[in-house]
């Protein structure tokens, strides 16, 4: 959790666009918020830790029976993306 100290005098008339400004690059350094208007390119190497963390806990989840099938579907897709980017990025095309 973040605190940010809002300045809140009679004279300091640009404290709204200070503040603003101190907010927007604190959620840019954690990731929230893109740089500039663009989209920062993706680690491929982290997303693909991300992609296999994201499986093993699906793998780990207690679903209700009904909906096994479905969870085996999404990780079934998963798997699929995370070959296809593992595949990728030995041909030398990145993520």
Do not use: F, Y
């Amino acid at each position: 959790m973040r605190m940010l100290t809002i300045p809140s005098t009679p004279s300091d008339w640009r404290s709204p666009q200070n503040t603003r400004s101190d907010l927007r690059k604190l959620l840019r350094q954690d990731g929230l918020l893109e740089m500039n208007g663009t989209s920062p390119k993706p680690d491929p190497d982290l997303w693909r830790r991300q992609l296999e963390e994201l499986i093993r806990r699906l793998n780990q989840m207690q679903v209700p029976e009904q909906v096994r099938a479905e969870r085996g579907e999404i990780i079934a897709a998963l798997r699929k993306l995370l070959d296809r980017t593992i595949q990728q990025k030995e041909n030398g095309h990145g993520a």
